[in-house]
């Protein structure tokens, strides 16, 4: 069983910057892959970044490619943190970000959220 806490959420004007966090506690593998998605008001959810086990690995969905960057601790010390760097905000970005983990190509455990809002 994994848990996963999301923090660093926060209002924003247009181009700027946040960094979320997950911190990861429990039962993981190297098996795992980690990775953000987002929710806005009216819409599904949506993949915005995936990264490998290694860190070495990462994927983006075309509407953040050049401005999120995806990282992780190395789990196999105490801290396990993920983080995704949010540069040049856009109003569109505005939504619930969550964390995920996937194990064996399902995303199977995830956050409880949080919120960004990027004002105009």
């Known amino acids: 069983q994994v848990q996963l806490v999301e923090s660093g959420g926060g209002l924003v004007q247009a181009g700027g910057s946040l960094r979320l966090s997950c911190a990861v506690s429990g039962r993981t593998s190297s098996n795992d892959e980690m990775g953000w998605f987002r929710q806005a008001p009216g819409k599904e959810r949506e993949f915005v970044a995936g990264?490998?086990?290694?860190?070495?690995?990462?994927?983006?969905?075309d509407s953040v490619k050049g401005r999120f960057t995806i990282s992780r601790d190395n789990f196999d010390n105490f801290k396990k943190t993920v983080y995704l760097q949010m540069n040049s905000l856009k109003p569109e970005d505005t939504a619930v970000y969550y964390c995920a983990r996937k194990i064996a190509r399902i995303w199977d455990s995830w956050g409880r959220g949080t919120q960004v809002t990027v004002s105009s």
């Open positions: 990264i490998s086990w290694s860190g070495g690995t990462t994927y983006y969905a």
